[in-house]
């Protein structure tokens, strides 16, 4: 394997979706680029905003010289990228139309998280000062804390805790996970060669991180929601601080339902969410209904159309929104009382565009 670090890995999957000539009705067609640069938001949207002050690309796309050039991607509708966007591997969507730029946030709605982090990933947390230039630990460094499957036996305590460090860091440990189970080269040359790893830097701290098992990492849950913080921005609008507000927030969220499925894992849950108290999976579901639920008070219309799944099928009847479009139009309004109910009679495929009762 070679010695790049997963922060390398991670900047050049800021996906760039830019938007092709559409001819008469239908929906934007875009093609699929990865940054080669990846930049804080606010600097690469000025980079931006310079970039559509020369080429508006009226007949074709135009590619800036910090992306990928020898060719996109793929090419696709913004409903299919919610299809088929892999969860845990980027936080970052772009999509870009002649006149402006739109950031997007990538939000998982797998909440049944520590199931995985358990049992297919080791975490070691360093202090960067025991690390070379590469960021990997020095063979003698000892790590400040680590985290295995012995880590979790409840009751969770310290790190694992409610405003513990997990809140944050299992979104920087499912992604790296996710990434060596794709691709095991994408890790550092370190350590036991049937246990991928990588190591990702985090202010002061260096996480390691082991691939112990990809299996559990398949068992969560594909769909996601896209929100889109620059969606009512303002001139001079910081979207950095925009983007890790929604990080924060959703992270804090997700890691709430898992600590809650987690005790219902071991048994010594409180009040359930679902109405079948016996039936996990129902649990889980319900766990997540509530999740999407929470996300959309937060972010109300800045959660995207395309978002995939039943989550975005939902959404887009509700508002009757069609799922070609960078956010909800109308009002958003889910209750927590029946959004499982909602989601269940939602259909993934649904878009008002093609609903003939509307017509």
């Known amino acids: 394997m070679t010695a790049r670090r997963e922060t390398d890995a991670m900047e050049s999957e800021a996906l760039m979706l830019f938007q092709q000539t559409t001819r008469g009705t239908g929906s934007r067609r875009f093609k699929v680029y990865r940054t080669t640069e990846f930049l804080p938001v606010g600097r690469l949207h000025e980079r931006f905003e310079k970039y559509l002050r020369r080429n508006r690309f009226p007949q074709e796309v ?18 299919k990228m919610g299809e088929r966007f892999r969860q845990f591997t980027t936080y970052h969507l ?76 299992h979104l920087l440990a499912l992604r790296a996970a996710n990434r060596l189970a794709e691709d095991p080269s994408r890790g550092v040359a370190v350590g036991d060669d049937d246990e991928p790893t990588a190591v990702v830097p985090d202010g002061d701290r260096v996480i390691r991180v082991d691939l112990l098992a990809p299996g559990p990492l398949r068992r969560l849950a594909g769909d996601g929601l896209f929100v889109n913080y620059g969606h009512e921005a303002v001139p001079g609008d910081d ?20 600590r809650h499925l987690w005790a219902v894992r071991k048994g010594n849950a409180d009040e359930p969410i679902a109405d079948d108290p016996d039936d996990y999976r129902e649990e889980v579901e ?37 799922t070609d479009t960078f956010s909800a139009g109308g009002t958003v309004d889910f209750d927590h009382d029946d959004v499982v109910q909602t989601l269940d009679d939602a259909d993934a495929d649904y878009d008002p565009e093609y609903d003939p009762t509307l017509r």
């Open 62 to 79: 135009h590619t800036p010289h910090w992306l990928e050039t020898a060719g996109p991607l793929t090419e696709a509708t913004l409903g």
């Open 94 to 169: 772009f999509a870009v139309t002649n006149r402006e730029l739109h950031p997007f946030l990538a939000v998982p709605v797998a909440v049944d998280v520590l199931p995985a982090l358990s049992a297919a990933v080791r975490l070691r947390i360093y202090d960067a000062t025991d690390c070379d230039d590469d960021g990997v630990p020095r063979a003698d460094a000892d790590p400040v804390v680590t985290f295995d499957a012995d880590s979790y036996e409840p009751p969770l305590s310290g790190p694992l805790e409610e405003g513990g460090a997990m809140e944050s860091l």
């Open 239 to 258: 979207l950095d601080r925009q983007m890790g507000g929604v990080i924060r927030r959703t992270a804090r969220a997700r890691y709430d339902y898992a």
């Open 286 to 322: 319900a766990a997540r209904a509530h999740f999407f639920a929470d996300v959309l008070d937060a972010f109300g219309n800045a959660v995207a159309p395309f978002s995939s799944g039943v989550y975005g099928g939902a959404l887009r009847e509700d508002t009757a929104t069609r």
